[in-house]
Every structure is written in C-alpha cells, then in structure tokens.
C-alpha cells in the first residue's frame, strides 16, 4: 500500500486559508481513493473530503462544502486540501488516507483562532 505523509498544518485566524498537502510514496497517489479526516481530541474521528480515483469525483462534508476543495497533482505525487474560510470549529488534527487501508498518519495539525 502507499504510504501518505500529512503537512501545511498551522495557525491561523478566524477567516483564513491553509493548503494542506498529503505526499505519497511507495505508490502512485492517482490510483488510490484518497480521504482527508480530521479528529478533535476526545471526539470521534470524521470524515472531511474524499477524492474517488476511479470516478475522478470529490465528495465534502456538509460543513466543509464551500470551503475547501481537495486535488491532486499527479507530477508531484501529492493530494491537497485547500481550506478557505476557516473557523474555529475547523481546529482539529487532519489525516490524509487511502481509503479502506486502515493505515493513519500522524497527521498534521490545525488551529484556527478566533
């Protein structure tokens, strides 16, 4: 399986934007259905945005649509997250996976001040 590294988390205020990448290596990140998550501590870990690779579609989260869009860029091997419009309730830690792998990152981490 791939293996997917998280960054370009960070701080930010409260109507900001941060782009968020998910490197892949040991595979090709276009032939892989590729999900961002993101997990508040003592929450349950939820759903963000997927990019499906056999459809080319993406999928959003109610909360996020509008807000962020998730691409991929084949030359670079990398799938991203680009969140606009943040609030303070998109604070979290954000995790890159391959859809149906069971494999978790460490994540990168994201804190919107109000």
């Known amino acids: 399986e791939v293996q997917l590294v998280e960054s370009g988390g960070g701080l930010v205020q409260a109507g900001g934007s941060l782009r968020l990448s998910c490197a892949a290596s040991?595979?090709?990140?276009?032939?892989?259905?590729i999900g961002w998550f993101r997990q508040v501590p003592g929450k349950e870990r939820e759903g963000v945005s997927v990019?499906?690779?056999?459809?080319?579609?993406?999928y959003y989260a109610d909360f996020v649509k509008g807000r962020f869009t998730i691409s991929r860029d084949s030359a670079k091997n990398t799938v991203y997250l680009q969140m606009n419009s943040l609030k303070p309730d998109d604070t979290a830690i954000y995790y890159c996976?391959?859809?149906?792998?069971?494999?978790w990152g460490q994540g990168t981490q994201v804190t919107v001040s109000s």
């Open positions: 990019s499906d690779s056999s459809e080319g579609s993406t």
């Open positions: 996976t391959q859809l149906g792998s069971g494999t």
């Open positions: 040991g595979g090709t990140v276009d032939d892989y259905s």
